[in-house]
Nanobody
Framework: QLQLVESGGGLVQPGGSLRLSCTAS????????IGWFRQAPGKEREGVSI????????YYADSVKGRFTISRDNAKHTVFLQMNSLKPEDTAIYYC???????????????????WGQGTQVTVAS
């Protein structure tokens, strides 16, 4: 089992920044990919950014490229999402996810991931 715990959400004004954290723990730490999804009210869960341990690449949704950056602290099994220039449309619950397998073509498919955190709310509003 793998447990994922997110933190760092909150309320921020448009143009502001937030940094999300996700720490993994448990017996299964050999995940192949870890990162972030989000889900806004009435919308499907969408991939935001994933780091692939398998190929060493980072993947981003087009809507966040140039504004969000994913990074990791390997020793602490923690992945971060630095979110800059936030927009109201970034408002959502952000979930950490980890996969025990990898295919780059599936990086943004929620069904591909095996473990999920409980989510943290990000609200961008003035």
């Amino acid at each position: 089992q793998l447990q994922l715990v997110e933190s760092g959400g909150g309320l921020v004004q448009p143009g502001g920044s937030l940094r999300l954290s996700c720490t993994a723990s448990g017996f299964t730490l050999n995940y192949y990919a870890i990162g972030w999804f989000r889900q806004a009210p009435g919308k499907e869960r969408e991939g935001v950014s994933i780091f692939s341990v398998s190929d060493g690449n980072s993947y981003y949704a087009d809507s966040v490229k140039g504004r969000f950056t994913i990074s990791r602290d390997n020793a602490k099994h923690t992945v971060f999402l630095q979110m800059n220039s936030l927009k109201p449309e970034d408002t959502a619950i952000y979930y950490c996810a980890a996969a025990l397998k990898w295919s780059s073509s599936m990086w943004s498919s929620a069904a591909w991931y095996d473990y999920w955190g409980q989510g943290t709310q990000v609200t961008v509003a003035s």
